[in-house]
């Protein structure tokens, strides 16, 4: 059964996404691919399209943007050196793809809910013709009530041109949907005044109203395995979102029912 929020046992700072019309979710490769095996995490997944599930039958709009093709690719074709070239990770994007669609595609359907996919290259975000081209496709799969499932497009992106990063493209789709919430689904629960896993001292910064300085130094530098995130991506992602009057969310996905 699909579980709906209740937003009277929810903190006030669920309200934005409990009202939100439009909602983008971003899913990071550290949750989607089981780092072990290089395969998607399942199970995790089917509970995650069960609580997506539950936003549609709440009237709300979902778009996803996730992660993963390198991941599940590189694995696959057996590359295993901790860093791959750019061509490398273009082959295992071109492999991975294929099969993040299709784990997409096994845990939506379940819910009946129709899988699009959507490759997005830098130039359809900063291009204007290509900008409208993409808000026009995608508007049209959220009238037919599809979800789009959005990744970069790394088999063609150069290195020049790329985002690199999902947290700034799902930022930008965001901006460009006019979505009233984002939400990065990521291996850390928000943003810390250093990084958690280095600084005992870290302290948890529940809100950020406006990114200053301050802020932009605390994300500094901080990585995760799997990604290529990190807080500094999800910042620079916040700067593109919130001007465009977007609540954005950091929050931990790892927990089943996230
Ligand atoms: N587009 C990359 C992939 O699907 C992920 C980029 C990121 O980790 O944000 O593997």
């Known amino acids: 059964m699909a579980r709906a929020m209740n937003p009277a046992t929810h903190p006030s700072s669920a309200l934005p996404l409990l009202r939100a019309r439009r909602v983008v979710v971003k899913v990071g490769s550290s949750l989607l691919v089981d780092a072990e095996q290089g395969v998607p995490n399942s199970a995790w997944l089917e509970t995650l399209a069960e609580d997506l599930a539950a936003l549609r039958v709440r009237g709300q709009e979902v778009l996803l943007v996730s992660s993963g093709a390198i991941a599940l690719g590189r694995r696959h074709l057996g590359l295993s050196s901790a860093r791959l070239k750019l061509e490398e990770k273009q082959a295992a994007a071109a492999v991975g793809q294929i099969r993040l669609a299709h784990a997409w595609k096994d845990a939506l359907e379940l819910h009946r809910l129709s899988v699009a996919q959507i490759l997005l290259t830098f130039g359809d975000t900063e291009e204007r013709r290509r900008y409208l081209n993409a808000r026009n496709t995608l508007s049209t799969l959220l009238r037919l009530g599809a979800i789009p499932v959005i990744n970069e497009n790394d088999t063609v992106a ?20 006019s979505a009233d919430c984002l939400v990065l689904l990521s291996d850390v629960d928000g943003l ?31 990585t995760s395995a799997v990604g290529s995130g990190g807080m500094a991506t999800k910042i620079a992602a916040a700067k593109i979102a919130i001007p465009a009057g977007c609540h954005m969310a950091v929050a931990l996905g790892r927990e089943q029912h996230v």
């Open 158 to 177: 150069t290195a020049e041109i790329r985002y690199g990063d999902n947290d700034r493209l799902a930022a930008r789709v965001a901006q460009m949907m």
């Open 192 to 222: 810390y005044s250093a990084d958690p896993r280095r600084d005992p001292a870290a302290r948890f910064i529940p809100d950020v109203h406006s990114i200053s300085l301050d802020i932009e130094r605390m994300a500094g530098g901080t």
